[in-house]
């Protein structure tokens, strides 16, 4: 559906977007994920026809799209901040891009009226849009884009002004709008976990370049260097010199010990010799009283304790190396929660590590 071949975007002598190869496919939830300032909204734009290339090729379902205005494109676009007119009514908003359109008055009723059930607001249309919630303007933006039956919807951030719940609510239905109405969503956020809970695929930006489209379960599990390693959920990373082994390699890892590692955890060009190795925290284990012996086991004192009611998460100094580690555990019934500076065994996994080069910028 979407096609981007060598596309670069100056402004004067600032280089926003660096040569970008993409394409995403037909009834994709896509997202643009990245630091703010990496190029994901300008891709968006122009994407959408708001901003023009330097160079290179936009082709929108097999049509070169290059000097073709925003609003000829088979495309439409949430913003924001919504743009919602405050002075019209919910059903007036929604079948404003309507205006033109040769249907007539009962076709454009019945019209805005399957928009407004789509995305879950029959019987609002007469309601006065500036008496509406964060998540109900939302949802009139919505409407109002998906009324017209674009190829393409794109999404910048349209989830960053709603609080923490209401936003999971309206991830939830994002992508069960989605499915139904089938057609490629492409969202622009900043937010890791919005974009491995709502994409097929994802797109990790970082200043103008994409350097790794992936599905989320791969660019959690197996980023391709130690940014996006970092950059992606919580990370632990500890000195480690990698030599080499019968079946793979053998990692030293300071805090932690011994490992044996597979061709496929080395990642990102790491190689014989000095290296960082990442972990990420629900693969590691505080060990209580009563539980199970492991394997692999390492000592530390704990060192913070944040509690989240469902989760409680560590920072635990391991024994020989400066490095804290972040540990996630389950706060299930009858398990403590363990103070500060207490002393404690930490259970890991061969399988969870991944080496990273030791000059890796982080």
């Given at each position: 559906m979407i096609s981007l071949t060598g596309v670069n975007k100056h402004y004067g002598g600032y280089h926003a977007l660096r040569d970008i190869d993409l394409d995403i496919a037909g009834?994709?939830?896509?997202?643009?994920?990245?630091?703010?300032?990496?190029?994901?909204?300008?891709?968006?734009?122009?994407?959408?026809?708001f901003e023009d290339p330097s160079s290179g090729t936009v082709m929108i379902d097999g049509n070169d799209v290059g000097g073709v205005p925003a609003n000829r494109r088979p495309t439409n676009m949430v913003f924001q901040s919504y743009a919602i007119f405050p002075h019209l009514t919910v059903e007036r908003n929604v079948g404003f891009g309507l205006r033109r359109s040769?249907?007539?008055?009962?076709?454009?009723?019945?019209?805005?009226?399957?928009?407004?059930?789509?995305?879950?607001?029959?019987?609002f249309g007469p309601r006065a849009a500036h008496a509406l919630s964060g998540g109900q303007r939302q949802r009139v933006a919505l409407a109002r884009a998906l009324i017209?039956?674009?190829?393409v919807l794109l999404l910048d951030e349209p989830l960053s002004a709603l609080d923490k719940k209401l936003r999971e609510q309206m991830q939830v239905e994002l992508i069960r709008l989605q499915r139904q109405v089938g057609i490629t969503f492409i969202l622009v956020t900043h937010d890791q976990e919005e974009a491995l809970i709502m994409s097929d695929r994802?797109?990790?930006?970082?200043?103008?370049?994409?350097?790794?489209?992936?599905?989320?379960?791969t660019i959690y599990r197996r980023p391709v260097d130690r940014r996006v390693a970092d950059f992606i959920g919580v990370m632990n990373f500890l000195?480690?010199?990698?030599?080499?082994g019968e079946d793979g390699y053998v990692?030293?890892?300071?805090?932690?010990?011994?490992?044996?590692?597979?061709?496929?955890?080395?990642?990102?060009?790491a190689t014989v010799g000095n290296a960082v190795v990442g972990i990420r925290p629900e693969t590691m284990e505080i060990l209580?009283?009563?539980?199970?012996?492991?394997?692999?086991?390492?000592?530390?004192?704990?060192?913070?304790?944040?509690?989240?009611?469902?989760m409680t998460y560590y920072d635990v100094r391991l024994d020989g190396?400066?490095?804290?580690?972040?540990?996630?555990?389950?706060?299930?019934?009858?398990?403590p929660v363990l103070d500060v500076g207490v002393r404690t065994r930490v259970a890991w996994d061969a399988e969870s590590v991944v080496a990273f080069p030791a000059g890796d910028a982080g």
């Open positions: 009834g994709e939830f896509f997202s643009l994920l990245g630091p703010s300032g990496c190029g994901k909204t300008t891709l968006l734009r122009t994407i959408a026809g040769p249907m007539d008055k009962v076709e454009k009723a019945r019209a805005v009226g399957e928009a407004l059930e789509m995305v879950g607001l029959s019987g017209l039956k674009p190829k994802i797109a990790v930006m970082f200043e103008g370049r994409i350097v790794q489209v992936d599905g989320p379960e000195p480690a010199a990698i030599s080499d990692a030293e890892i300071g805090g932690l010990g011994r490992a044996e590692l597979s061709v496929g955890q080395l990642l990102g060009g209580f009283e009563g539980d199970p012996p492991r394997r692999r086991v390492a000592e530390g004192t704990v060192d913070e304790v944040v509690y989240y009611g469902d190396v400066e490095n804290r580690v972040t540990i996630s555990m389950k706060n299930i019934f009858g398990r």
